[in-house]
């Protein structure tokens, strides 16, 4: 038995280590030719990289008419280390190098790639690769990066801006098309969706051949005395681990096609840019805090209250606005009942939401006695590229005036000082003496039965008031599964979709949608004894997966069944 206990320790052991934990998540697998667009009598090379495990194989690659398959090397094995949530985690690479001779021109697409990943068959995506006889166009058109960094910090967002276009005397010119190898497969980094701005002209034009990307028209510009009509395309991503990113050399392809009924006439010209190489530095160890959020870049906050005076045992909603140049989307927003200037708190849950260039925490907070006179400050740890050195953002404080209401009574803790349970009102409590001090007099029996008769009209008549099946509330309550069956016939994401869940909770419980935005049901539910747990538990998962899906990059919609199922459930269960 003790040797058994040994061994379970052990194993747990291992598992919590950094370089196992590293290995949990599924293998990534990936392929990206070097360009996309290469001449004839030259040599297609593509990189093929597997990351998170050790145990691949690259099986047969398949044949492709007129590309024939020179071979492969490797594979090579890469450690990198990256920074997740404040912790570093180490992660190792395995990668082959493929070459490729064009036997002649044309559109080639090279099938997915073939490995054996851990046991299991995975596959790469597949690669599209154009090659022309020869490369004309430079003095017509024009490709160039702009501002691209050449050295970032691990989770600090960049910026990539690719600007491009023709001659603007080129009237004539109809076709566009960018040849990127890198989209979507730069390893080590997740694309941050930016707004664009208001004002600019959006013109979708296709990319590699088999898609369109939307860009921004700059219009008619002057660079280097030519005059072009130039074209705009910028993302942003933030790299996810140290070492060397690779942007293969990009093209543009443009010109005239014109497509008749009998035959397609083209004038194509090309030009490009050559590959960008970009190195992710790691963050120092040098002074980093024990409580470091994750977050680099340069950030501001600001903090606001919905009120700032409030009854002892009611709660406050505290909202924190981070903005500023940095990976807002990825860093950890504080915890804020682990922080010991907010113990004179109780939280009950926070909502998180980003949207491009902000993100907002919203805290329902509530105090634990009437002698908190202000909210903290919040403070977040930060590591500030253009410093290089860690620094701490934090709100200004917020005075607030904290009542207590009449016949408020609650119990205090022992030795500690603390009330809680603080929610019963109109309650008055005194001893009853040997000599009948306190009991009941005669004249108090004798209207007793006055009393309760009086007080069942009065309560059969707020029952008749408050189940008035005609009443606002009621109908609102009755028709809440309708509109939520209409709102989820219109809902195209998992955004949209809990919006609808939240406002059908809103219209069973009387109260806004806004109420149920970061509550924690199985609270709510401890409060209301006739709600089923099989209820409460379908719905907390419910909600917890379309949060998950709301900020996820996809926000993928949900089964609306489902949602509906589960809707009913906590109807049927008391809601």
């Known amino acids: 038995m003790k040797n058994l206990y040994i061994a379970l320790v052990a194993i747990i052991a291992l598992a919590s280590s950094p370089e196992v934990q590293a290995q949990k998540g599924e293998p990534v697998v990936s392929a990206q030719l070097q360009t996309g667009l290469v001449k004839l009598g030259s040599q297609a090379v593509a990189q093929v990289t597997v990351e998170g495990t050790t145990q691949a194989l690259l099986r ?67 690669m599209s690769l154009r090659v022309v006889e020869d490369f004309q166009g430079q003095n017509l058109g024009y490709l160039e990066w702009i501002d691209a960094p050449t050295k970032v910090y691990e989770g600090e967002p960049f910026e990539v801006t690719l600007r491009f276009g023709w001659d603007w005397a080129m009237t004539r010119f109809n076709h566009a098309n960018l040849i990127l190898p890198w989209w979507g497969r730069l390893p080590g980094t997740l694309e941050v969706e930016t707004k664009p701005s208001a004002g600019q002209r959006q013109l979708d034009i296709s990319l590699n051949d088999s898609g369109v990307v939307r860009v921004r028209e700059l219009g008619r510009k002057t660079i280097e005395e030519r005059d072009l009509r130039l074209f705009e395309l910028k993302r942003t991503y933030v790299s996810t681990r140290t070492g060397s990113l690779s942007f293969p050399a990009s093209h543009f392809e443009f010109g005239r096609v014109d497509r008749g009924f009998f035959e397609s006439r083209r004038e194509i010209y090309y030009v490009a840019w050559p590959a960008l190489e970009m190195e992710i530095v790691a963050l120092p ?32 909603k505290l909202s924190i606005e981070w903005t500023g140049t940095g990976n807002l989307e990825f860093f950890e927003a504080p915890d804020l009942g682990r922080e010991d200037a907010f113990a004179g708190f109780r939280t009950y849950g926070a909502t998180d939401r980003f949207s491009g260039d902000r993100r907002v925490v919203v805290y329902d907070l509530a105090p634990k006695n009437a002698d908190v006179s202000e909210l903290p400050p919040v403070r977040l740890n930060i590591f500030d590229p253009s410093k290089g050195e860690y620094t701490e953002v934090e709100t200004n404080p917020i005075p607030i005036r904290v009542r207590v209401p009449e016949g408020l009574v609650g119990l205090e803790l022992e030795g500690a000082g603390e009330v809680i349970g603080l929610d019963l009102r109109d309650i008055k409590t005194a001893s009853v003496g040997s000599d009948g001090a306190g009991a009941p007099r005669d004249l108090m029996l004798l209207g007793l039965p006055l009393a309760t008769i009086a007080g069942w009209v009065a309560l059969r008549r707020s029952v008749r008031r408050r189940g008035d099946p005609a009443s606002a509330k009621a109908r609102r309550r009755r028709g809440a599964r309708r509109s939520l069956k209409r709102r989820l016939g219109q809902a195209g994401d998992a955004r949209a979709q809990a919006e609808a869940l939240r406002a059908f909770l809103g219209d069973r419980t009387d109260e806004a949608s806004t109420a149920w935005e970061g509550r924690d049901v199985t609270l709510f539910a401890e409060a209301r004894d006739e709600v089923s747990e099989e209820a409460v538990s379908a719905l907390a998962a419910l909600l917890e997966e379309l949060d998950e899906a709301v900020w996820s990059r996809e926000g993928v919609a949900l089964d609306r069944a489902r949602i509906m199922d589960v809707a009913d459930k906590a109807a049927g269960g008391g809601l």
Do not use: C, N, Y
Not at 94 to 123: A, C, K, M, N, Y
Not at 287 to 297: K, Q
């Open 60 to 126: 047969e690659v398949a044949p492709v008419d007129g590309l024939d398959f020179v071979g492969a090397t490797g594979p090579k094995r890469s450690v990198f280390e990256s920074i997740t949530r404040g912790r570093r985690v180490r992660s190792e690479t395995l990668s082959w190098t493929l070459h490729w001779r064009p036997e002649r021109e044309g559109s080639f697409e090279i099938p997915p790639l073939t490995l054996e990943v851990d046991g299991q068959e995975v596959q790469t995506q597949g």
């Open 285 to 316: 160890e040098e002074g980093r805090p024990f409580d470091f959020s994750g977050g680099v870049g340069r950030f501001s906050a600001r903090s606001s209250v919905d009120r700032r005076s409030l009854d002892l045992g009611e709660s406050l």
